[in-house]
């Protein structure tokens, strides 16, 4: 028999501060019960029927007793709704972390696909180095799917068709639970997996170990390379140049990432990740304005894991990854 | 509350033919336009879909006590916890309080001889009752593995099942829920009898106005948003599915548009069933009208605009999070205003605690701990990790069980004699009310720590750690299983063993506790004329023998 669990275990840079807030709502909960109940009680035995009482009442109303009880609790709401959307903007902001461990995430019926950038693939597993900061950039296969670890108290839908993203600090080693939130379908509660925080040692030791366990593959290359393969392979290289010179009826691609496009209908988009899947998928979607609509799309030629590989390499032509 | 003019006899002259035996074949019942009669079968309709629903959350409890998914096959699981929902929710909760103690009190506290449109009335239920038929064979037959929220691109492209037929029904049962709204809005502002101004209504009919808005204006866009997925589903037109160039998030917003307003759809009758108990059983006005009416109507107005608060984790822009967080802060305002005042109303009041009561303060205990537990899950932070585990789920069933349906008991038990005439066991009534909170609160308050312990939600199988918490919240299911068939077995027991109920047998104040019980086919043998306040219940006569004991 497992001891009986009473409070999550608290294991990333989120985990205290909402504890804290959890607290301070269980605090403000009591305090409501009490002013209700208590009352409840009291009438209730003092008005039974049958009990003397004095029941002469005046007035069935009372205006300052309806501000009291109206703008009180309005009041006592007021910090609680700040300090959770603080901490909110600071979990989903986008974090531009130096040095920050970016793992890519792919869900799918009914299983986790991680990726770390020096390539290491790992199926429902997570090895993560304690105080890094890690971000994840996850898009799901098929349906929507939710990426939530309880010790973490970071939750984050992993949805077919965009990008989103996560970030945290593990600050406590251990083993956590990977869950998937959001129902996807038959399999839905296998969906789950487990978050391996390790010294930043083990971890680098984990990186290089040849002994891999089942459902997990060895990559000989890292996601940049992949990428790079692919583009070659794809023949991407015969339209797109990746360096500044070169012929001139060929797109560059390098310094892209990060900058600001103007489209050929007008709008102004941020190459950001979003918008190089898109270009690949959809070439027509985000026509850079004085292009020519000939990139034909890539939709069924590559999966979604080829596409973040390929991201990884148009974002280093830009100095945006380190790997 | 109203005057009597010279009608001697009128009480003996109705107990010979009243709305129940005027008629008796099948027909005058399935061809019936009189509010009453449709109440009637609104109620049978509803027990039904409520076993129906009950018996899925039986098994779902049932599987939940291993945390292996030994019992039944994971689809199997995710098809029991659909009907459960949709079953529940579009077919039981919805109508509830509206179509039966609000088609059947309506037109009597408000002094009319029936609703509006009569006609009408008779298609509402026709609408409900085969949405509803339809609904349940398509669920129980082939199955639907969706969940009641029908979330895409899982719906309208991946699941295997009859999805297109589940929403169908749903959707023919939506127009249901806007001709009973409609009707209970053209109802209160034209059938309204002399005398019964505005801030004299009962509170009952306060609430359920606000509802019957909500129905208009909400219940068209779950037609369209579910009418969509059918479409995705069939003509494989991207409308949600990415992969078809559609936005699955837009789903969500489309859904919950409606679908949040619908806890208030759920509640807000609820809340006017509390006040009549609260007043009946107390023994006097309901402390603070105005402020009850009016929070009725700004709950509908806000139920409107906290829909975003189903989608903080789904990448909705953090602005929208914040805003919707806040706007859902304000919902806390009426709902506590109400809780105080139903509280205050037993200031100086004389307590009788009757089942009908019990149910209420059970209501009062329930819904406060589902109200502020809805304040955990509007602090954005804490609902990220909140959000869809089984804290939302204990949550939602306070105020959804704990809130709408105690309302719904109370009331019912409250107006049976008026319905049938005939009363209920009391004791029993007693006993029932207690095994149902007791048994309500072992169920569902360990939801709330396993919710923070990250329990996730619909799942078939779980991790061995959370099972203490899932075998306490099983047991507690059966007691509130046991509550319920206890409930509806002496309920049934009275139609024929009941004692007979006398014209008003709480000595409460309303319309509808001055005509016979049951009441004559045209409600009332007189014109009802209004003169007084709502609630005007008198201050009780001192006994002067007691005061002097007292004193001695």
């Known amino acids: ?323 | 509350m109203s005057q009597v003019a010279d009608y001697p006899g009128s009480v003996h002259a109705a107990e010979k033919t009243n709305y129940l035996n005027a008629e008796h074949s099948i027909k005058s019942w399935l061809l019936t336009v009189d509010h009453k009669r449709i109440a009637i079968l609104y109620l049978i309709s509803i027990t039904v879909f409520f076993i129906i629903g009950g018996s899925m959350a039986a098994l779902i409890r049932a599987e939940l006590l291993t945390p292996a998914g030994d019992l039944i096959s994971s689809d199997a699981y995710n098809k029991a916890f659909t009907i459960h929902g949709v079953t529940l929710i579009f077919f039981f909760l919805v109508p509830s309080i509206p179509a039966v103690l609000g088609n059947f009190l309506i037109p009597m506290m408000i002094g009319a001889r029936d609703v509006a449109f009569t006609r009408l009335n008779l298609v509402s239920w026709y609408l409900f009752t085969i949405g509803g038929i339809f609904t349940i064979c398509c669920l129980v037959v082939g199955g639907v593995d969706t969940g009641w929220t029908f979330y895409t691109p899982y719906s309208s492209s991946f699941s295997n099942t009859s999805v297109v037929l589940a929403v169908t029904g749903v959707f023919i049962a939506g127009f249901s829920s806007i001709a009973t709204g409609l009707n209970f809005i053209v109802t209160v502002h034209k059938m309204r009898a002399p005398g019964m101004t505005w801030f004299k209504l009962p509170l009952f009919i306060w609430s359920n106005y606000a509802t019957a808005c909500i129905m208009v204006l909400g219940t068209p866009v779950l037609a369209i948003t579910l009418f969509l997925v059918g479409v995705e589903r069939v003509g494989r037109i991207g409308i949600f599915d990415p992969a078809l160039g559609g936005d699955p998030i837009l789903f969500q917003h489309l859904f919950w548009f409606y679908s949040h307003p619908a806890v208030y759809i759920m509640i807000l009758p609820s809340m006017g069933v509390i006040s009549e108990l609260m007043a009946c059983f107390s023994r006097n006005r309901v402390f603070g009208y105005d402020f009850v009416a009016y929070s009725s109507l700004a709950l509908a107005g806000l139920s409107f605009v906290v829909w975003g608060h189903h989608l903080f984790t789904s990448g909705q822009s953090v602005y929208a999070g914040m805003a919707f967080s806040a706007l859902s802060f304000l919902v806390a305002i009426p709902s506590a205003v109400k809780v105080f005042n139903w509280t205050a109303t037993m200031y100086k009041g004389t307590v009788v605690l009757d089942s009908p009561m019990l149910y209420s303060l059970g209501f009062l205990g329930l819904f406060t701990i589902g109200g502020l537990t809805g304040l955990f899950l509007a602090s954005l932070a804490v609902d990220v990790h909140l959000q869809d585990t089984y804290f939302v789920i204990a949550h939602f069933h306070y105020i959804m069980v704990g809130g709408a349906i105690m309302g719904f008991l109370g009331g019912l038990h409250f107006w049976w004699p008026k319905m049938t005439g005939r009363m209920y066991p009391e004791t029993f009534g007693k006993l029932s009310a207690l095994t149902i909170f007791i048994g309500f609160n072992l169920t569902f308050m360990p939801q709330f720590i396993m919710g923070y312990l990250g329990m996730p939600r619909r799942y078939h199988a779980y991790v061995p750690e959370f099972q203490v918490y899932h075998v306490l919240s099983s047991a507690g299911a059966s007691v509130l299983i046991a509550g319920y068939a206890f409930t509806i077995a002496y309920l049934l027991w009275s139609l024929r063993y009941g004692e007979k109920a006398s014209a008003n047998p709480w000595a409460a104040k309303g319309l509808e506790w001055e005509t016979p019980s049951p009441p004559p086919t045209e409600n009332f043998n007189y014109k009802p004329v209004v003169h007084e306040e709502a609630y005007a219940y008198e201050p009780p006569v001192e006994d002067p023998e007691e005061e002097a004991h007292e004193l001695a």
């Not at chain 1, 030791?205 to 000989?220: F, M, V």
């Not at chain 1, 979604?304 to 945006?320: A, C, D, F, R």
């Open chain 1, 1 to 323: 028999m497992n001891p009986i669990p009473v409070w999550p275990d608290q294991a990333s840079n989120f985990a205290q501060e909402v504890d804290l807030l959890y607290i301070l709502l269980i605090g403000i909960s009591a305090f409501f019960s009490l002013i209700v109940f208590v009352p409840i009680i009291i009438m209730v035995s003092k008005y039974r029927m049958g009990t003397k009482a004095n029941r002469k009442l005046v007035h069935h109303h009372n205006l300052k007793l309806e501000l009291a009880w109206t703008l009180i609790p309005m009041m006592m709401g007021v910090p609680v709704f700040l300090w959770a959307a603080k901490l909110f903007v600071d979990m989903y902001q986008p974090m531009e972390a130096k040095n920050a461990l970016e793992i890519s995430v792919i869900g799918k019926q009914w299983m986790w696909q991680l990726q770390h950038p020096t390539g290491q693939r790992e199926n429902n597993e997570l090895h993560v180095p304690l105080g890094r900061v890690v971000k994840l950039t996850m898009i799901s296969q098929d349906v929507i799917h939710s990426f939530y670890v309880p010790a973490f108290r970071i939750k984050k839908d992993v949805i077919p068709g965009s990008y989103h993203s996560q970030w945290f600090i593990p600050t406590k080693e251990g083993k956590y639970h990977l869950f998937c939130a959001e129902y996807c379908g038959t399999d839905h509660s296998k969906m789950i997996g487990t978050v391996f925080v390790m010294k930043p040692e083990d971890y680098e030791k984990w990186l290089k170990n040849e002994q891999w366990g089942i459902g997990n593959l060895r990559r000989a290359e890292t996601m940049k390379e992949a990428g790079e393969r692919l583009f070659t392979e794809l023949g991407c290289n015969s339209c797109h140049t990746v360096s500044g010179g070169g012929r001139t009826d060929k797109v560059p691609l390098a310094g892209v990432f990060g900058t600001e496009r103007l489209l050929s209908d007008g709008r102004r988009v941020l190459a950001d990740e979003e918008y190089v899947r898109t270009s690949i998928y959809e070439p027509d979607q985000m026509r850079v304005a004085g292009h020519n609509p000939i990139m034909p799309s890539f939709k069924g030629r590559v999966d979604e894991q080829q596409v973040l590989e390929l991201i990884t390499y148009i974002k280093s032509l830009s100095g945006g990854s380190k790997q």
